[in-house]
């Protein structure tokens, strides 16, 4: 039989425990696999050729969502369908609930994992930028123990992440801050394609001392951006922007300009530059909107 | 370099030796005869590859049968038991909700899921589920009449034994 796509040639191993994984991953050129739609497609395209690919599926110590220490904490095996699921997670924040309805379609959603999709680092990819905007930790294990990396220090660039031989992303923590509000908005061309750009929103009101009354003001921002070519999927400038100031839709706009302008969109067939601008500007202002919204409205 | 492999399909445990990187699809199709499931675009977007790995779908053209190993598979030649079709097979044929019938296997592999998880979805959830599944004949209206239809139609476990005795 002459097959279109044949991933390339590959070792397996199944890991029984994480002990055991982290055992495995010490060996040179091996890469993880769980939901597998992203390190499959890219054997088949000769893009990534590990020598050994470690399951971790049967990890299930790893595939928890649960509220412990005032964080969210997220095992890297939760599916994307166990996120999208997961009241807790869309009661704190519902920019997990946006995003995770435009991550891919619901077949894949059932076993694409969140360890996956930030270790994947595809500049496209939903996860990365919302958990940049929540300022997440990720845990990373090794054999040596835990080491905490902000998810805004784990991306070194497209594909590529701090995690090293021998480790394996273990779980990710969101602070949980009461009076937040959420937000994701993506423009996709269609069901299950990447972005062709999206943003990620994180708000949360304060009073304005000295202020009008009534007119609650920004006491922290997290702005997340995919696929967009923003660094560590943040707009910075528009974050510092945003602090101490009223929370309307002036000050939003104002920020979704300053989102524009400091990312680095790039031509390619899902539009051009100027168009990704446009994007970022337009979600930015709709998701601190919402977000703002959702800050407001008694928990 | 090959491993061996043992999955139940549709309640059958088969064991063969394969190259770790063989596909799930390739598997089921070409190692066991399979050929119910179809193997489309190869890149996860068209879903004609659905079946279910241990009760949840799955694009079998983005998992290893290594990663079936042990488990438990579940296609399209799965869904009829003791001789009658399933609701969703026959809802396919009462609302015509096929014409080439490439799509099929994974659409009824999917329905199927959906309906026990849903046993009476809208039609917007029936559009979502599928929303990671391309038909190219049908428009997908039919596709959801037949889903509607199966959602009218559950199957009585003792409904077969009443005509049996009939």
Same mark, same amino acid.
């Given at each position: 039989?002459?097959?279109?796509?044949?991933?390339?040639?590959?070792?397996?191993?199944?890991?029984t425990?994480?002990?055991?994984?982290?055992?495995?991953?010490?060996?040179?050129?091996t890469?993880?696999?769980?939901?597998?739609?992203?390190?499959?497609?890219?054997?088949?395209l000769?893009?990534?050729?590990?020598?050994?690919?470690?399951?971790?599926?049967?990890l299930?110590?790893?595939a928890?969502?649960?509220?412990?220490?005032?964080?969210?904490?997220?095992?890297?095996?939760?599916?994307h369908?166990d996120?999208?699921?997961?009241?807790?997670?869309?009661?704190?924040?519902?920019?997990?609930?946006?995003?995770?309805?435009?991550?891919?379609?619901?077949?894949?959603?059932?076993?694409?994992t969140?360890?996956?999709?930030?270790?994947?680092?595809?500049?496209?990819?939903?996860?990365s930028?919302?958990?940049?905007?929540?300022?997440?930790?990720?845990?990373?294990?090794?054999?040596d123990?835990?080491?905490?990396?902000?998810?805004?220090?784990?991306?070194?660039?497209?594909?590529?992440?701090?995690?090293?031989?021998?480790?394996?992303?273990?779980?990710?923590?969101?602070?949980?801050?009461?009076?937040?509000?959420?937000?994701y908005?993506?423009?996709?061309?269609?069901?299950?394609?990447?972005?062709?750009?999206?943003?990620?929103?994180?708000?949360?009101?304060?009073?304005?001392?000295?202020?009008?009354?009534?007119?609650?003001?920004?006491?922290?921002?997290?702005?997340?951006?995919?696929?967009?070519?923003?660094?560590?999927?943040?707009?910075?400038?528009?974050?510092?922007?945003?602090?101490?100031?009223?929370?309307?839709?002036?000050?939003?706009?104002?920020?979704?300009?300053?989102?524009?302008?400091?990312?680095?969109?790039?031509?390619?067939?899902?539009?051009p530059e100027?168009?990704?601008?446009h994007?970022?500007?337009?979600?930015?202002?709709?998701?601190?909107?919402?977000?703002?919204?959702?800050?407001?409205r008694?928990? | 370099?090959?491993?061996?492999?043992?999955?139940?399909?549709?309640? #059958?445990?088969?064991?063969?030796?394969?190259?770790?990187?063989?596909?799930?699809?390739?598997?089921?199709?070409?190692?066991?005869?399979? #050929?119910?499931?179809?193997?489309?675009?190869?890149?996860?977007?068209?879903?004609?590859?659905?079946?279910?790995?241990?009760?949840?779908?799955?694009?079998?053209?983005t998992?290893?049968?290594?990663?079936?190993?042990?488990?438990?598979v579940?296609?399209?030649?799965?869904?009829?038991?003791?001789?009658?079709?399933?609701?969703v097979?026959?809802?396919?044929?009462?609302?015509?909700?096929?014409?080439?019938?490439?799509?099929?296997?994974?659409?009824l592999?999917?329905?199927?899921?959906?309906?026990?998880?849903?046993?009476d979805?809208?039609?917007?959830?029936?559009?979502?589920?599928?929303?990671?599944?391309?038909c190219?004949?049908?428009?997908?209206?039919?596709?959801?009449?037949?889903?509607?239809?199966a959602?009218?139609?559950?199957?009585?476990?003792?409904?077969?034994?009443?005509e049996?005795?009939?």
């Amino acid at each position: 039989m002459q097959y279109m796509q044949v991933p390339s040639q590959v070792e397996y191993e199944r890991a029984t425990s994480v002990e055991h994984a982290l055992s495995l991953l010490s060996r040179p050129d091996t890469r993880v696999v769980a939901g597998g739609h992203s390190i499959i497609p890219m054997m088949k395209l000769r893009l990534a050729q590990p020598e050994v690919l470690v399951d971790i599926n049967e990890l299930t110590e790893l595939a928890f969502i649960k509220l412990a220490g005032g964080q969210l904490c997220v095992g890297a095996l939760a599916r994307h369908a166990d996120l999208l699921d997961s009241a807790v997670a869309g009661e704190l924040f519902p920019i997990f609930h946006d995003a995770e309805r435009v991550v891919a379609d619901p077949i894949v959603r059932l076993w694409g994992t969140v360890g996956g999709s930030l270790c994947q680092a595809d500049p496209s990819e939903d996860l990365s930028a919302v958990f940049a905007a929540v300022r997440a930790t990720a845990v990373i294990r090794g054999q040596d123990g835990d080491r905490m990396v902000p998810v805004r220090e784990f991306h070194l660039g497209p594909y590529e992440t701090v995690i090293g031989p021998g480790e394996l992303l273990a779980e990710v923590r969101v602070p949980v801050q009461p009076g937040t509000g959420s937000a994701y908005e993506k423009v996709a061309r269609r069901t299950g394609d990447w972005s062709v750009a999206a943003v990620g929103a994180v708000l949360r009101l304060g009073g304005s001392p000295g202020g009008k009354p009534g007119r609650p003001v920004v006491a922290s921002a997290g702005l997340g951006l995919t696929a967009v070519g923003a660094e560590h999927f943040v707009a910075a400038e528009a974050e510092e922007f945003l602090l101490g100031r009223t929370a309307d839709e002036e000050s939003f706009a104002a920020a979704g300009a300053i989102a524009a302008e400091h990312c680095h969109p790039v031509a390619d067939q899902r539009g051009p530059e100027d168009y990704k601008r446009h994007l970022v500007a337009e979600l930015t202002t709709r998701a601190l909107r919402r977000a703002a919204a959702r800050a407001g409205r008694p928990s | 370099m090959t491993m061996r492999v043992a999955v139940t399909v549709n309640g #059958t445990e088969y064991a063969r030796e394969v190259e770790p990187r063989l596909l799930l699809i390739h598997f089921l199709r070409d190692e066991l005869g399979l #050929t119910g499931s179809h193997w489309g675009c190869d890149t996860s977007n068209c879903g004609s590859c659905v079946v279910w790995l241990d009760a949840r779908p799955v694009k079998s053209c983005t998992v290893l049968a290594a990663m079936a190993d042990g488990r438990s598979v579940r296609t399209v030649e799965g869904l009829e038991q003791d001789g009658r079709l399933d609701p969703v097979q026959e809802g396919f044929i009462e609302c015509h909700g096929l014409q080439c019938g490439f799509c099929t296997p994974g659409m009824l592999m999917t329905a199927r899921w959906l309906l026990d998880h849903h046993p009476d979805p809208a039609e917007a959830e029936i559009r979502e589920v599928i929303s990671g599944q391309i038909c190219r004949c049908t428009g997908y209206e039919n596709i959801v009449r037949s889903v509607r239809w199966a959602a009218k139609h559950p199957r009585r476990d003792d409904r077969g034994e009443a005509e049996a005795a009939g």
